[in-house]
T-cell receptor, first 112, second 109 residues
């Protein structure tokens, strides 16, 4: 098992709420990623970071934002959640010369 | 954008049978990876094959790569019910990874 953690695992909230999905890794990896995945579907990259103070948007347009103040921490924030944000959010990291990504268990978000 | 595309989308077999999944990709690569995802969980890396390799084994897994056809296959031999999961191929794209839509494998006991 990789040392990458996501909280909460499940979240049910109402429309308009601000939420932050947490992701942390203890492997010292420089690169971290957020993916959005609907059930049974492909992964879509929404944000990535190559190191502290580095953040970039991925392919899928997302109303979320991220920050990378510490190497180990890469939180994702939705300022105003909507039902269209209902999905599973997966965090991953990779480091050094390794090209393998290590995934957290995911956060399942339901916006009512 | 999606780089790898898995085929078939879904596969159902009996325990003990072999399962073969295929992946096609579009651009030149230096490696291709296979991942597994149990329902509702994150992905787990299974195996990486480099562009100068044609075949690689890991336990009951066998991966082949044909760069001329831009395709790869994952073979799981002597399948078990615990192999039931979705399997994704992935290729590096710059500093990122592009994942396919996955093959959903069901192994019936």
């Amino acid at each position: 098992e990789a040392d990458i953690y996501q909280t909460p695992r499940y979240l049910v909230i109402g429309t308009g709420k601000k939420i932050t999905l947490e992701c942390s890794q203890t492997m010292g990896h420089d690169k971290m990623y957020w993916y959005q995945q609907d059930p049974g579907m492909e992964l879509h990259l929404i944000h990535y970071s190559y190191g502290v103070n580095s953040t970039e948007k991925g392919d899928l347009s997302s109303e979320s934002t991220v920050s990378r103040i510490r190497t180990e921490h890469f939180p994702l924030t939705l300022e105003s959640a909507r039902p269209s944000h209902t999905s599973q959010y997966l965090c991953a990291s990779s480091g050094g010369q390794q090209e393998t990504q290590y995934f957290g268990p995911g956060t399942r978000l339901l916006v009512l | 954008s999606q780089q790898g595309e898995e085929d078939p989308q879904a596969l159902s077999i009996q325990e003990g049978e072999n399962a073969t999944m295929n992946c096609s990709y579009k651009t030149s690569i230096n490696n291709l990876q296979w991942y597994r995802q149990n329902s509702g969980r994150g992905l787990v890396h299974l195996i990486l094959i480099r562009s100068n390799e044609r075949e690689k084994h890991s336990g009951r897994l066998r991966v082949t790569l044909d760069t001329s056809k831009k395709s790869s296959s994952l073979l799981i031999t002597a399948s078990r019910a615990a192999d039931t999961a979705s399997y994704f191929c992935a290729t590096p794209d710059g500093g990122d990874m592009r994942f396919g839509a996955g093959t959903r494998l069901t192994v019936k006991p």
